[in-house]
């Protein structure tokens, strides 16, 4: 499970910002609470905030450190066009402040295993700007230790620091001798199939990430099908018995594959579904393309939702609400907050403008977060539990959060002025 991840100079993002999925000493709702060790975990993380605030720049932060992590064992230190394997994915640092549009971009993040590999403590991290790995650290600890971490690696460029004491000796000098400075350790060490490496690598990439808050996303072509959906019947069954929780009328599906063309090699799979006839026995298909946004954007989260709850991994969410009814995205939220259904604690963050979901009966307060971006257009992150008004007293959890939030006493809401420019002079 995510424990806290920590990022600097990213985006509007130009200081030290922590989302803490760490129980914070509230009283509502315990069980939410995941135990591992000594440490209380939460499973979800909402983040609301005015248009332009920030938000997805949160979930875009650690898809930017998940990414670098997976790829990054292929950046060369030439970095042209004709240069083989991925390119170098240099961050987007803030760039209104002369000291910051230049300087390195840090991301960091603690994290548990299962209890099936141990349930140990992980904290790992980098820094990098354009010419490439600045720094790169990982420690780790016993799920029940007080101690400090224990260093299993720590890299340093600026002053030429390579410690791999931590690891292997066999694998050491591999290490030192195909280093690269644009590659990270861990990417590294996990293509070289290093047992430690390769489980901090395969962390990031059993985590999920989902789109939905860009208007030019074009739903069907996002749409990932659930493994083997095209041709195994009981995948299919699968996804019309998730469909049956909120939409009776799909009954099954029709699949066809589709060989590729000259020009695009790729096939391809044209999905019909299958409609019950009103009053009838009969069925008719319709294409999936012409099915409602909703409809597609629930197929769409189908097979990320399904993947986390069995890894047990994190599902990161950018505009949930986006298309879909207030009621289907507290199920949604449920579904990770349901013991019988989320028995890996797989979590889920997301951003969203649906203010509904503040209603005090849903979310512990740790679990609502907000941005807000200062006039300088910097950005911030804070959560509710740790929000003080200006008498210092802290948020109780009786208040009415949804109309405290519009009413503006948490900030994080639009400066909202009338529409001036369109009235008639």
């Known amino acids: 499970m995510l424990l806290q991840f920590n990022f600097k100079n990213f985006k509007s993002f130009r200081d030290d ?66 240069a083989k394997g991925p390119r170098f994915m240099s961050p987007t640092p803030f760039l209104f402040d002369a000291k910051t549009k230049d300087a390195e971009s840090s991301f960091e993040v603690y994290f548990s295993a299962s209890e099936d590999s141990g349930a140990r403590l992980y904290n790992y991290g980098f820094s990098v700007n354009q010419d ?10 016993a799920k029940t230790s007080r101690d400090n971490y224990r260093r299993i690696f720590y890299r340093n460029e600026d002053e030429n620091i390579l410690d791999l004491s931590g690891l292997p000796k066999r694998t050491q000098e591999n290490i030192k001798v195909a280093l690269e400075k644009k590659a990270l350790v ?10 430690m490496l390769k489980f901090v690598r395969d962390w990031f990439t059993e985590n999920e990430f989902a789109d939905f808050g860009r208007p030019e996303t074009n739903l069907f072509l996002s749409v990932q099908l659930p493994e083997s959906f095209a041709s195994d019947k009981k995948v299919q069954d699968r996804v ?61 989260l189908f097979p990320l939702l399904e993947e986390v709850l069995k890894s047990g991994g994190v599902l990161f ?45 849903l979310l512990r307060r740790d679990e609502i977060w907000f941005t807000e971006k200062s006039d300088d257009g910097v950005s911030s992150l804070y959560s509710l539990a740790d929000f003080a008004s200006d008498e210092g007293s802290k948020i109780r959890k009786d208040e009415n959060y949804l109309k405290n939030y519009l009413l503006g006493k948490y900030g994080a809401i639009p400066a909202m002025d009338h529409f001036r420019v369109l009235k008639e002079e």
């Open 186 to 195: 861990v990417s590294l060490g996990a293509k070289l199939k290093i047992d």
């Open 17 to 82: 910002t922590t989302l803490d999925m760490s129980a914070a000493p509230v009283t509502e709702y315990d069980h939410h609470i995941v135990k591992i060790g000594n440490e209380r975990v939460l499973p979800i993380a909402a983040i609301f905030g005015a248009n332009a605030s920030g938000k997805s720049n949160v979930i875009e932060a650690i898809q930017y450190m998940s990414e670098f992590v997976v790829y990054s064992f292929g950046f060369g230190d030439e970095d042209t066009a004709d």
């Open 317 to 361: 969410v950018d505009e949930l609400n986006a298309r879909l009814h207030p009621l289907m995205v507290r199920t949604f939220i449920l579904t990770f907050l349901n013991p019988e259904i989320n028995k890996n604690h797989a979590q889920l963050i997301f951003t969203t403008h649906d203010a509904w979901q503040l209603d005090n009966d």
């Open 240 to 300: 019309v018995k998730y469909f049956s929780s909120f939409d009776k009328s799909i009954v099954g599906f029709s699949t066809k594959v589709i060989e590729g063309t000259d020009d695009d090699k790729r096939k391809h799979v044209k999905i019909d579904a299958e409609h019950q006839i009103l009053n009838s026995d009969e069925t008719t298909f319709i294409p999936l393309r012409q099915e409602s946004a909703g409809t597609l954007k629930m197929f769409a």
């Open 132 to 141: 490439g790995v600045r720094e790169e650290w990982l420690n780790d600890r």
